[in-house]
């Protein structure tokens, strides 16, 4: 958010009056702006936009006497204009402005008599402020601070820890069919067919943590071009996702299962239609993704699907692989944020420049839950700036979140490692945004995150007396899934009873 944003508060001179806030830009170096209106000062507009002022003939001498005069931008600098203006009588100079809005910039040691307040405008709200006002308009500007706490990062919260708990929730459910599945034998082979979890292994983990570090760095140096992989990437991956998991509520509806034959094959016609919507859904993302009016809606839905696809399929066999994923990839984000501004050229941050993308691109990365900044102020008139999550920040807790439920299922423990665990990551999500409102800087959120999930998840299992099973995995041990039947350490079966 840039500081450097302010308001410019119009009102007309009907009865009641009629106001609206616009957005401007200044220097905070030449001026400072009242914090709110009580202090501000009202001045009559006088629209000179037919003028550039850069020279004294173009205004008539005591044309804009103690008023606010709007010119355009022209060819002289801002500087230049706020020296005539300030000697013609003017109160306050705005520079309408057909580009982009940016902070004024000059050599201010050229004008140091120069004290008139300076502010651009965009050239479409003047011409909305007079449409809308009227043309006799007083104006005034004021820079609000911006709020320390956003109703935005509530709304994170409870998509995060619903994400977390319901891909926890939905891996445990598909652990308990495992299960089932492994009892009967005429249906073990039809579950193991279906089975689509993968299982991370400490070595797979340690590849993983090394193939995530070289893509950040290939990302910081090849943004431009790999960008549009990652976000071609996302499209697919969050249309199959959202596939599994509309398909795993209709498989709960027994309406609609007509079938057609295809390929010796029959399929549910419903799954057609399906599929095609969820394609449907992540085209029309990555077609107005830079809408940013609404199509950050679309973009966390395809995300949260994506995540709860990720923490049901990807299987963490036991608390060791947790533990060495969650304290790598911890080290992963510490080193990243933290310790890069020390290595890189311009002193910045790698993972916050791939996050903002790099050298000012405009397209971003599409692995992040976005959600508008609600709170009132500058920033939110003069653009829209999001509250962020990173998919890890779900997907990686929530991973440790769903060995536990799995751990649940498997030892008949009534949900208290899932229970505790979410309420663990509940409470990191909450310290993470303390501990950003209190810095006012992005925050690697598993810097808070992992402690409050393993330790928590470590206390339950030592204080139920359950660490050496809890460490090294399930209560039983599967040889041949196809095969051998789940059996307890000492040798009985291990389904719950």
């Not at 810095?439 to 206390?459: D, F, N, R, W």
Request: proline share 5%; net charge positive.
């Amino acid at each position: 958010i840039n500081a450097d944003e302010g308001i410019l508060h119009a009102s007309g001179n009907g009865v009641p009056p009629l106001t609206k806030d616009y957005c401007i830009t200044y220097n905070s170096n030449w001026m400072s702006l009242p914090k709110n209106l009580k202090n501000a000062t009202f001045r009559t507009l006088e629209n000179l936009t037919s003028t550039a002022l850069c020279d004294y003939p173009e205004v008539p001498s005591g044309f804009m006497k103690d008023k606010a005069v709007v010119v355009m931008r022209g060819n002289c600098t801002f500087l230049e204009k706020a020296s005539i203006a300030q000697r013609l009588g003017a109160k306050l100079l705005l520079i309408a402005s057909k580009a982009r809005l940016s902070p004024p910039s000059d050599n201010k040691t050229d004008f140091e008599n120069v004290t008139l307040p300076i502010a651009l405008i965009r050239y479409t709200d003047i011409v909305d402020m007079q449409l809308t006002l009227g043309n006799e308009i007083n104006v005034t500007l004021y820079s609000p601070p911006l709020p320390e706490f956003d109703c935005s990062m509530v709304v994170i919260f409870l998509i995060a820890v619903f994400t977390v708990a319901l891909g926890a929730y939905w891996s445990g459910v598909a652990e308990l069919e495992t299960l089932k599945a492994m009892a009967s034998p005429g249906e073990r082979e039809t579950r193991r067919k279906k089975e689509e979890n993968v299982t991370f292994t400490p070595p797979t983990v340690i590849l993983f943590v090394v193939i995530c570090c070289v893509m950040l760095i290939l990302l910081y140096f090849f943004y431009k071009w790999l960008v549009y992989v990652i976000i071609l990437v996302f499209c697919l991956a969050s249309a199959m996702s959202l596939y599994n998991c509309l398909a795993a509520l209709m498989g709960e509806i027994p309406f609609g299962q007509c079938r057609i034959a295809c390929c010796n094959k029959s399929i549910e016609v419903r799954r057609i239609f399906l599929a095609a919507f969820c394609i449907a859904a992540a085209a029309v993302w990555a077609v107005f993704r830079n809408e940013d009016r609404w199509a950050w809606i679309l973009q966390d839905i395809l995300g949260v699907a994506f995540c709860l696809n990720f923490i049901k399929t990807l299987k963490m066999p036991n608390f060791k692989s947790c533990v060495i994923l969650l304290g790598l990839l911890l080290l992963y984000d510490v080193f990243f944020v933290f310790i890069t501004p020390f290595i890189t050229k311009n002193g910045a941050s790698i993972m916050v420049e791939v996050a903002a993308g790099p050298f000012g691109n405009s397209e971003k990365l599409p692995v992040v839950i976005r959600v508008p900044r609600l709170e009132y102020s500058a920033a939110t008139l003069c653009d829209m700036p999001f509250s962020l999550l990173g998919f890890g920040d779900i997907i990686v807790p929530g991973l440790l979140v769903a060995y536990c439920r799995r751990f649940d299922v498997q030892t008949s423990s009534s949900s208290v490692y899932y229970v505790s665990c979410t309420i663990a990551y509940a409470v990191g999500m909450v310290l993470t945004f303390i501990v950003l409102a209190l810095m006012k800087m992005g925050q690697p959120a598993l810097l808070y995150l992992v402690p409050c999930t393993l330790i928590t998840s470590s206390l339950v299992a030592w204080r139920r007396k359950e660490m050496k099973k809890f460490w090294k995995g399930s209560s039983y041990q599967v040889s041949d899934s196809s095969r051998t039947p789940l059996l307890q350490d000492d040798g009985t079966s291990g389904l719950p009873r």
